[in-house]
């Protein structure tokens, strides 16, 4: 199995130089425009038709590399439902395939076509890039400008993950409840921070917002994109964190799959935290390092049913009937059947854990409820 990686490289590039990045970046924005407004014309969203229709006239008009003009036509294809509601590509990125790109290894060296011809750049990156790109055959890549006026190029690496064998250990987490994610091991991640964090944000945001300019409409786009950063840097955390831990105790991953119970949640009148628990983007995310982190690191990642996880008791499995107040004491989980008390969230992911296991280990007894005359809920096994 293998699996895709973007390695972020920054460019190297003298002052001199910058016209000739800028003036390819605008007109390969200018290309995607003018055949999007095409695709859009005619309502042509297939690759070989929508080519005959504007390569000729594109690649006149801008000036470009065949190349280019081919990358503008696939970028876009590719982001055909994006693109049928944004109206225009900015001049940020460049896509670049084995023609237009070359990576010279021994020298960190990086050649690119331009639109006055092919110009070698040396790269700034550092051991663990290196590492990435070694022996890599790599055929697709990404030039970008960055806001702050630096140059980088995505290079999209291939690498072999190692099998992910089957585990008796499985570490639960639960997601968002009160914290951001619990591990059955005892770890949070406190919502706390980017609470607060969003909290000042919206203030600023508040504060600009009274002023309704033309620059403050900018520095509002500004907040939005630094509210996001900061969640991508959290879950890129969070999410090697856990899998590191998984790593290092030899264990698997588990989490519930919320994905399935989305549509029928969402007609149902539900609490607050769990509508922001099912359609949260943040989570998702969050899941999806985890995914691709677990996958590099050899490490099984299962889901689980997410029905009853915070009402069972992970000591006796007792399933306490209904979501209520009686076991669920703020912070706290008290069984009713056994009197165990444990953290509310701890509880959920030992549960899913619990689950975990059934599901990694098809073999293994699964969970019963231990109550007499009640059927077992749990026997997924
Ligand atoms: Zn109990």
Redesign the pocket.
């Known amino acids: 199995m293998t699996q895709s990686l973007s390695v972020k490289c920054k460019l190297i590039v003298p002052v001199e130089s910058r016209p000739r990045i800028d003036e390819t970046l605008r007109g390969f924005a200018d290309a995607c425009n003018q055949i999007l407004a095409v695709a859009k014309r005619d309502n042509c969203w297939n690759t070989t038709k929508l080519h005959h229709k504007v390569y000729k006239p594109v690649k006149e008009a801008t000036g470009l590399k065949a190349n280019h003009v081919c990358q503008a036509i696939r970028r876009v294809i590719n982001n055909a439902k994006a693109v049928k509601q944004i109206h225009k590509f900015r001049s940020t990125s460049i896509s670049l395939d084995i023609r237009t790109f070359r990576y010279v290894e021994k020298s960190q060296v990086v050649g690119v076509t331009l639109k006055c011809g092919r110009v070698d750049f040396k790269l700034s990156i550092g051991g663990y890039q290196m590492a990435l790109l070694r022996g890599q055959n790599l055929t697709s890549a990404t030039l970008c400008k960055s806001k702050k006026g630096d140059y980088y190029i995505n290079f999209v690496v291939e690498i072999d993950t190692p099998p992910t064998g089957k585990t008796p250990k499985v570490i639960g987490v639960d997601l968002g409840r009160r914290d951001i994610a619990t591990t059955s091991t005892g770890k949070s991640w406190s919502g706390e921070q980017i609470q607060s964090v969003r909290d000042r944000l919206s203030q600023t945001r508040a504060n600009i917002q009274r002023k309704r300019s033309r620059s403050s409409r900018r520095l509002l786009r500004r907040l939005s994109g630094r509210e996001r950063r900061f969640q991508e840097w959290l879950n890129h955390n969070i999410s090697k964190q856990l899998v590191q831990e998984a790593k290092s105790r030899d264990a698997a991953l588990a989490f519930e799959d919320l994905s399935g119970i989305r549509d029928t949640l969402n007609k149902k009148p539900t609490s607050k935290t769990e509508r922001r628990r099912t359609n949260n983007w943040a989570f998702y995310q969050l899941k999806m390092f985890v995914g691709y982190k677990a996958a590099i690191a050899g490490v099984l990642v299962v889901f689980v049913p997410p029905a009853y996880t915070s009402q069972t ?1 992970s ?2 499995h ?1 399933v306490h009937p209904e979501k209520g107040k009686s076991y669920r004491n703020g912070k706290k989980f008290k ?1 009713g ?2 009197g ?1 008390e444990h953290d509310a969230d701890i509880n959920a992911a030992c549960n899913i854990a619990d689950l975990g296991k059934s599901v990694s280990l098809p073999e293994s007894p699964g969970i019963v409820c231990l109550l007499e005359g009640q059927l077992p809920l749990f026997r997924l096994a």
């Open positions: 008791c000591r006796c007792h069984c059947h056994c165990f």
